[in-house]
T-cell receptor
Framework: KQEVTQIPAALSVPEGENLVLNCSFT??????LQWFRQDPGKGLTSLLL?????REQTSGRLNASLDKSSGRSTLYIAASQPGDSATYLC???????????FGTGTRLQVFP | GAGVSQSPRYKVAKRGQDVALRCDPI?????LFWYQQALGQGPEFLTY????????KSGLPSDRFFAERPEGSVSTLKIQRTQQEDSAVYLC??????????????FGPGTRLLVL
């Protein structure tokens, strides 16, 4: 059974810091891994998708890496801003299925 | 263009009532998913449609939960005889079914259900 774990569960940092959010999964047979952002009372917004054949993806101040063999992914946020405050979720799509399996998320607060 | 929409956004039900939650996917999207998100948890898969066919319902927690997508567009998640443990946010997502490896799911804002 695929299990997804995210560390830390919560993080509070001052504006400007570089951050690393961690995601681990138990079954390396995946199609892809996605990082999502969820704001309170809102749905999920996809930030980055890394296919199983890829090692990393970048979008603006965000960089996500994938090490499938060790079952790990990291989301790197450069020069954090208060607007980055949200819950960040990682999700894997197992091979031969269509559903996403989510971690429990990291609640990030960036204060001015 | 319009994203995934869900209605109602909030629903309060008395224990034992039936509820129906609606999802309007992005136009032309083949795949539609329902997830349940309990407070402080990540979303958990409920069921999946490809067009009108329900291909996976392994996540539905009991036979009180039923989902349909009769014309391959709008979907309804119905919960019969609601219980307090059904209180959660119900998220709908759709995707264009390009290919599994590169496919992103687009999520709606969710319906927050509170069962009293």
């Amino acid at each position: 059974k695929q299990e997804v774990t995210q560390i830390p569960a919560a993080l509070s940092v001052p504006e400007g810091e570089n951050l690393v959010l961690n995601c681990s999964f138990t079954d390396s047979a995946i199609y892809n891994l996605q990082w999502f952002r969820q704001d309170p009372g809102k749905g999920l917004t996809s930030l980055l998708l890394i296919q199983s054949s890829q090692r990393e993806q970048t979008s603006g101040r965000l960089n996500a890496s994938l090490d499938k063999s060790s079952g790990r992914s990291t989301l790197y946020i450069a020069a954090s801003q208060p607007g980055d405050s949200a819950t960040y979720l990682c999700a894997v799509r197992r091979a031969n299925t269509d559903k996403l399996i989510f971690g429990t998320g990291t609640r990030l607060q960036v204060f001015p | 263009g319009a994203g995934v929409s869900q209605s109602p956004r909030y629903k309060v039900a008395k224990r034992g009532q039936d509820v129906a939650l609606r999802c309007d996917p992005i136009s032309g999207h083949v795949s539609l998913f329902w997830y349940q998100q309990a407070l402080g948890q990540g979303p958990e898969f409920l069921t999946y449609f490809q067009n009108e066919a329900q291909l996976d319902k392994s996540g539905l927690p009991s036979d009180r939960f039923f989902a349909e997508r009769p014309e391959g567009s709008v979907s309804t998640l119905k919960i019969q005889r609601t219980q307090q443990e059904d209180s959660a946010v119900y998220l709908c997502a759709s995707s264009p079914k390009v290919d599994r490896a590169g496919e992103t799911q687009y999520f709606g804002p969710g319906t927050r259900l509170l069962v009293l």
